[in-house]
């Protein structure tokens, strides 16, 4: 093989590995750049998810300090406002204020008064047993009434969750003795939590543990936060909540992952060039070499053939340079000079 054949295959092998090496690198750090922008991403949007619901837990909680909070129930909790149920407690209050349970707790604990829309059939019904066994469960009533301020949060029924916020009674001017609590709850069904993810822009919804489980997956903030790929263009985000009860909730969102995308994009970019670039490093490393070596190599092997062939005459052109190649020829003259003297 020539040396200019076997100076193309290693000129050929070196570039290829190069690329091979910078393209992974360069591969590794910009996907690993990008995933991380897309957890903080996803991060961002679970704020905004939380915000939220606690603004619609918010809602609910000035809801329930305007009725605890007012003499029409401070009195029909002691039982001296008759009227207050069809004057107050009609559909469009629970409607137009969005709760769906009103129950009334007396200090010893003991449900006093309740009054539950159904919302599909939009009737009045009883207060199910699992809504007083979970809110019994957490002691709530007494927690409300030994509070200051109300108490809010979320709280698992019947396998779904819903906004509580309690608070205890006392007249207009916050006057007691408290004749009991007051507690209003918010179910998220599917329409409210429509309404949630309109206000983030992004598809919400509550889970309940165990969470799926699968390959890239990240754990974020000790465990607050968890990120999901779903697959290539779909990213699942975590952020935990806990019930009153103590229980952990999980906000779930859907976001495209056109972060990553974009990452891969840019990978594919910066390939593409590292490429380009290698190769035009390669051509113009084979032309100098060419030119510097090669070249004067093919002058000085095409002057000895020639002189071989004829004998007695010839020279070796003298080459530029004070390297060794020109030091050759210049040996190979004065070698032919002592041989013809």
Not at 3 to 13: H, I, K, P, S
Not at 176 to 188: C, E, I, K, N, Y
Not at 229 to 242: E, K
Request: without cysteine; charged residues 20%.
């Amino acid at each position: 093989m020539k040396l200019v054949q076997q100076a193309v295959v290693m000129v050929a092998m070196l570039l290829l590995l190069l690329i091979g090496m910078l393209g992974l690198t360069s591969v590794t750090l910009i996907n690993g750049t990008y995933a991380t922008l897309e957890q903080g991403d996803v991060v961002r949007e679970l704020q905004r998810g939380e915000a939220a619901l606690e603004s619609e837990q918010a809602g609910l909680t000035g809801v329930v300090m305007d009725w605890a909070l007012w003499d029409d129930t401070y009195y029909f909790s002691r039982g001296e406002n008759p009227e207050y149920v069809e004057r107050n407690l009609m559909l469009e209050t629970f409607q137009n204020l969005k709760f769906d349970t009103f129950l009334l707790y007396a200090p010893d604990g003991t449900l006093r008064y309740s009054r539950v829309l159904n919302r599909s059939s939009l009737l009045f019904e009883e207060v199910p047993f699992s809504m007083t066994a979970a809110i019994a469960g957490t002691g709530l009533p007494a927690r409300a009434l030994a509070a200051d301020d109300a108490v809010e949060g979320l709280l698992v029924v019947g396998g779904r969750p819903v906004l509580v916020a309690a608070h205890r009674v006392l007249t207009s001017t916050f006057e007691g003795p408290s004749p009991g609590t007051l507690v209003l709850t918010r179910g998220l069904d599917d329409e409210r939590m429509a309404a949630v993810a309109d206000v983030v822009g992004l598809p919400v919804t509550l889970v309940s543990p165990p969470l799926p489980e699968g390959p890239g997956s990240a754990v974020l903030d000790d465990g607050e936060a968890l990120l999901l790929p779903v697959n290539a263009s779909t990213i699942s985000g975590y952020a935990r909540l806990t019930d009153l009860a103590g229980h952990d909730l999980w906000l779930r969102l859907e976001l495209p992952r056109t972060i990553v995308a974009s990452g891969g994009a840019t990978a594919v970019v910066f390939l593409e060039a590292i490429t380009l670039m290698t190769l035009l490093f390669g051509l113009i490393a084979l032309v100098a070499t060419d030119r510097l070596f090669l070249r004067r190599i093919r002058t000085i092997t095409t002057a000895v053939e020639g002189i071989g062939r004829h004998p007695g005459g010839g020279r070796v052109p003298e080459l530029s340079g004070r390297d060794e190649l020109s030091m050759l020829g210049t040996a190979v003259n004065g070698m032919l000079d002592e041989i013809l003297v």
